[in-house]
């Protein structure tokens, strides 16, 4: 059912998921699934689970080398494969925000990244204030500043809006550009994401050497 209620959401988005379409969609009666989940929020819970499940299933077939100055591209690769589980389901990230207690599946994704760090010589409170850095980015996603929504690039620039915020319009009219694989439309948010991530994993790493 948990994995019939993600094939529904990619196909139609998770706005969409509710208890009647999903049961509609397994060919069963709405009740009959208040069998297997309490309620929505039960079910939404249990997709999150679902899909931490499958993050870290890909995580953890990595091999690679994490001890002293290795854990940084074994953490940096460790992200972007959790990344490409969000990318799969691009509907997640904020239903994973939305949800009031945390998953066990996220918080042992959480633990076998502290112990990356540990393998690298981080001090436990090296690695508290390396999670805090990270934030969401740690397990693959991040919020973007600039999101029009539909994906599509920016219209014209609205005339006056130069003159109010002169530094914002000069960079968009200098980076902004159609993207067709990006998220956003235009901006190549791969690749944002990779370069604060390694902003990110450098100054940490700067950090575990000097202590």
């Known amino acids: 059912m948990l994995r019939a209620a993600i094939d529904l ?20 009666e709405a009740m009959s699934l208040y069998h297997h989940v309490a309620n929505k929020d039960d079910l939404l819970n249990g997709v999150v689970d679902l899909i931490a499940n499958e993050i870290n299933d890909a995580v953890e077939a990595i091999d690679v080398l994490s001890a002293g100055a290795a854990w940084k591209q074994a953490a940096r ?19 994973f925000e939305s949800r009031a207690a945390v998953s066990p599946a996220v918080v042992r994704y959480h633990d076998r990244l502290v112990g990356l760090m ?31 929504g539909d994906g599509s690039a920016p219209a014209e620039i609205p005339e006056g809006m130069a003159e109010q ?41 700067r950090l575990r050497s000097s202590r």
């Open 165 to 205: 915020l002169p530094y914002l319009v000069g960079m968009l009219r200098e980076v902004a550009h159609d993207d067709p694989d990006s998220t956003l439309g235009w901006c190549d948010d791969q690749f944002e994401f990779e370069f604060g991530l390694d902003l990110i994993l450098d100054g940490l790493d």
């Open 118 to 148: 540990r393998d690298g010589g981080f001090s436990y409170d090296l690695a508290h204030h390396a999670l805090h850095a990270l934030g969401s980015r740690a397990l693959g996603f991040s919020q973007e500043l600039f999101d029009p």
């Open 77 to 95: 690769e460790r992200i972007l494969t959790a990344r490409t589980v969000f990318l799969r389901h691009p509907w997640a990230p904020p239903l």
């Open 9 to 28: 959401a990619d196909v139609e988005g998770v706005q969409t998921l509710t208890m009647r379409r999903l049961a509609k969609e397994l060919d069963a």
